[in-house]
């Protein structure tokens, strides 16, 4: 069968960005051979919100194996990881990837988005809207309504994928805009329920979106106290599983706060009421609602309410509510065990989705601030061994009970550990008790190749508009350099795809 031809303009365009993207990599670092990848394919950044990691020995010879066929996760084969990815979307990919790879246009753009030039209507803040648009808003959004949120669901199933929907909207500080906010979030859930079965593996929720961050703060702050002291009587407090381990950082909370006024009371029962109404519209769908982390000066109220939300709501062996564990964290592990062993004695199944973290920077300046040590692990070989921990007890948790688990992550070597360990306990190909995730517009070629060993995969979906959207952007790019660049694997390969397809047309 003669080989398809692209259309002369597409033709020019892929011919130049290949031979530009390979000079590029040949003038800046050696280019790794046919049969090996680099070093940095295997610590890529890190999940769904995560900080890229430094380069490290131990996994190069791990990347070695995933090349060949014989592997459980094969990136031998370019062709058939991308086969489902249309020439004109793995170019912009692509394209996208190496333009978020130059760290002095992020910078630049950082500066300027987060300048007084863009608080105001001109000519710079239109062009920049557009310039992000078209860039890095395309690549790493689903689109800026839900309806065009569902068109990017719908084609990223076709790929044989699924989309973890996000309204990406949070810390707001007022009672009106958490109100607009749980309108947004329940029209993402009826969406959902219109698309394709099974295409949304579930709906992300921020808790800074539907209750003001200050009253989180509050709360967490009586929350902590009561940890120190455990006679401290909180008459609001509901059932919960464990907040706290003893290694948990208390430090934010250093003198003893002040109750709860009555109108705080009363937003924080609306606070709860709005979690409610979207865990009840989740069920309704029977859709998962997943609650993401957020920085550990709010995480203790965040958790209290994710976890009275599951008790409430994850019935019948289906867990509805997900809460969060970010293995960066040196209290990660233990919160972990504490919150499952609480819910397996209340006979309540519990979904968690592990990432590894995404507020190093933040997290590391309070603690030193306050002249305390950070919460965060010292070194990236430990929270290496803390997320990998954390993932293989989950899936002994999973392959025992009604538990559930979504293991987030760009680490090949983890995504590699846990579908063995996965098969190793005899859990089912497609089960949905395990789900593989990665943000959208990164690490493809994990998620291919952990889809075509028959794993469910998402891909973490934000939308919204490009205006809301933006801090989403900055936050990730400003907390962590190199998120908005993506693995060396991807991109190689995907060169390679580009180049085998360009010869495909030419001869």
């Known amino acids: 069968m003669a080989p398809k031809l692209l259309p002369p303009k597409q033709l020019q365009n892929l011919r130049f960005f290949i031979t530009r993207s390979l000079h590029t990599s040949s003038s800046s670092s050696p280019s790794p051979s046919s049969s090996s990848i680099s070093t940095a394919a295997a610590v890529s950044p890190l999940n769904l919100a995560e900080k890229p990691e430094p380069a490290f020995q131990k996994p190069l010879t791990a990347i070695k194996d995933h090349a060949k066929p014989s592997s459980i996760l094969d990136f031998h084969d370019h062709q058939k990881l991308f086969s489902n990815l249309p020439s004109t979307k793995l170019l912009h990919a692509s394209l996208n990837i190496y333009l978020a790879s130059i760290s002095p246009m992020v910078d630049f753009g950082m500066w300027v988005m987060n300048s007084r030039l863009m608080e105001t209507d001109n000519i710079l803040r239109a062009a920049m809207i557009k310039i992000v648009r078209h860039t890095f808003f395309e690549h790493f959004c689903a689109g800026e309504d839900v309806v065009e949120a569902g068109r990017c669901i719908k084609k990223v199933n076709e790929s044989g994928l699924r989309g973890m929907l996000v309204f990406a909207v949070e810390y707001t500080g007022d009672n009106d805009a958490c109100d607009q906010n749980l309108k947004g979030f329940l029209d993402t859930v009826q969406s959902a329920m219109s698309l394709p079965p099974s295409s949304v593996s579930s709906v992300v929720v921020k808790i800074t979106a539907i209750c003001p961050s200050s009253l989180l703060e509050r709360v967490s702050d009586l929350l902590r106290w009561q940890q120190r002291y455990p006679s401290f009587n909180l008459p609001w407090k509901q059932n919960s599983f464990p907040l706290f381990s003893d290694s948990s950082p208390l430090y934010h909370t250093l003198k003893k706060p002040e109750p709860l006024t009555p109108q705080e009371e009363q937003?924080?029962?609306?606070?709860?009421?709005?979690?409610?109404?979207?865990?009840?519209?989740?069920?309704?769908?029977?859709?998962?609602?997943?609650?993401?982390?957020?920085?550990t000066a709010i995480q203790p109220a965040i958790d209290y309410l994710t976890y009275s939300a599951a008790i409430k709501y994850n019935k019948d062996d289906n867990p509805i509510v997900y809460g969060t564990i970010q293995a960066y964290l040196k209290d990660a592990k233990e919160r972990l065990l504490l919150a499952t062993k609480?819910?397996?004695?209340?006979?309540?199944?519990?979904?968690?989705?592990?990432?590894?973290?995404?507020?190093?920077?933040?997290?590391?300046?309070?603690?030193?601030?306050?002249?305390?040590?950070?919460?965060?692990?010292?070194?990236?070989?430990?929270?290496?061994?803390?997320?990998?921990?954390?993932?293989?007890?989950?899936?002994?948790?999973?392959?025992?009970?009604?538990?559930?688990?979504?293991?987030?992550?760009?680490?090949?070597?983890?995504?590699r550990l846990a579908a063995t360990k996965a098969l190793d306990l005899g859990i089912g190909k497609g089960t949905p008790k395990?789900?593989?995730?990665?943000?959208?517009?990164?690490?493809?070629?994990?998620?291919?190749?952990?889809?075509?060993?028959?794993?469910?995969v998402s891909k973490y979906m934000p939308y919204g508009p490009v205006e809301k959207v933006i801090p989403y952007l900055l936050r990730r790019a400003e907390e962590n350099r190199g998120l908005l660049s993506t693995s060396s694997i991807d991109k190689e390969l995907m060169r390679k795809e580009l180049k085998r397809r360009l010869k495909a047309a030419i001869f």
């Open 434 to 456: 395990l789900e593989f995730a990665q943000l959208y517009g990164m690490s493809d070629a994990l998620s291919f190749g952990l889809s075509k060993a028959g794993f469910l």
């Open 267 to 295: 937003d924080l029962q609306l606070g709860q009421e709005r979690l409610w109404k979207l865990c009840e519209k989740s069920v309704q769908a029977n859709i998962p609602l997943t609650v993401d982390a957020e920085k």
């Open 342 to 415: 609480a819910a397996d004695k209340m006979r309540v199944p519990m979904g968690f989705k592990v990432v590894r973290g995404a507020y190093m920077s933040s997290e590391s300046k309070l603690a030193s601030a306050l002249g305390y040590d950070s919460p965060i692990h010292n070194s990236i070989q430990e929270t290496h061994a803390c997320y990998n921990d954390c993932a293989s007890f989950m899936l002994e948790k999973i392959a025992n009970s009604s538990d559930a688990v979504i293991l987030a992550t760009h680490n090949v070597e983890s995504g």
